[in-house]
Every structure is written in C-alpha cells, then in structure tokens.
C-alpha cells in the first residue's frame, strides 16, 4: 500500500507541476499581448492612426491613412498545428488604375511544384522581375504595360526582396514580418517600408 500511495503522490505532484507550468506560460503570454497592445495604441496616438480593439475573433489592428492611401496594421497568423506561426502585416492600399487581378509574390524553391497544379504565372519579359517574382493578373498585357514602368518594376523586387512573405493581392501591398512587431521604432520602420512600396508601385 504504501507504494501504490507514493506512486500516486508523486503523480499528483508532476500533475501539479504541470499545471503550474501551463499556468504560468499563459499568463506571461498574457503579460506580452498587453503590453504590445499598450505600444500599439500609443503608437496609433502619437501617429494619428486610429486603434481598433479585438472582437468577434477579429484581431486587434490599427488603420489610417499614409500619402492618400488607406492603410492596416494586424497580427495574422498561418499554418496550422505545429507549423502555425505568427506575423505582423503591414497592409497598405495600391491607388491609380491598376491591371485587373494583379497579383505579385516572391519566387521560390515550391514556385515550380504549384505551377504543375495550375497556379497562373506569367513572364513579363523584364527579366530583373522575372527572376524574383511569380506574377499573375486577368490580362496579361496589362501587366506587362504595368511593369514596363521602371520606377514599378524597381519597387516591386525591392518590396519583394524585404520578405519571402510579402505579396501584392486585392489592390494593396502586403508586407509581412515573421514575428510580433512590439517597438514602436521598429513599427515605423516597417511602415515607412510598406508605404514607400505602395507609393512606389500605385500608378500616377
């Protein structure tokens, strides 16, 4: 009997062990998700961004507005299961009469896997672009006209060389970091980037 009582005591206490572990993960999880949401919203202050509270599933996020273009800053999150991660997306708004379902996202080695299954790519015949990026859109000529502009095509490869994340899809630039953005200093950076990308790559 006492051998039974011990085994199960010390059940008990790696049970126990356990939980506090858990317990204690979960509120520093908690501690961090404050505080960024703290940085965010005197950041939203001080650069006359406007702070939106989470709800309804819907993250926290802060909009606004950067050299006429309507922009959003959110915590997204991909994968599932183990290989789930995190990123901060810098979503800013493409302006001028852009091609018809431009999309644009940096070439890589699972580029020629998704073509075998059908994804649209095309060729501009720039090849400074063609290299480094998988480009679609409804009408292959009109990108074409699109990217024929230098000062486009240049801010395309350098957006896309910023992150293997970052696209271009449903009229905006969307610039993605691999992790929480929690520094304000580090926020402008990043938003100084993705608003000199749309300026770069919005038609004038």
Known sequence: MAYDFDEGFFG????????????????????LYLRRLAVWREFALMKGLQFVEASA????????????????????????????????????????ELPSGLGLRRENPLSGVGKLFG?????????????VAMIRGDAPEGVIEYFSDERVRRAAIDFLALSPLNRVENGAVMLRVRRLVEDESDLQQWLDKAVAAACGMSVR
């Not at 008990?12 to 501690?31: D, E, K, P, Q, S």
């Not at 909009?63 to 979503?91: D, P």
Request: aromatic share 10%; proline share 1%.
């Open 119 to 131: 994804a649209k790519d095309f060729r501009t015949g720039f090849e400074d672009l063609d290299q």
């Open 12 to 31: 008990l206490l790696v049970f126990l062990f356990i939980g506090l572990v858990a317990l204690a993960a979960g509120l520093n999880a908690r501690r």
């Open 57 to 96: 599933g819907a993250p926290a996020k802060m909009i606004g507005v950067r050299e006429g273009k309507s922009l959003e800053i959110a915590v997204r999150s991909a994968g599932r299961g183990k290989s789930r991660y995190y990123f901060t997306e810098f979503r800013v708004e493409l302006t001028g």
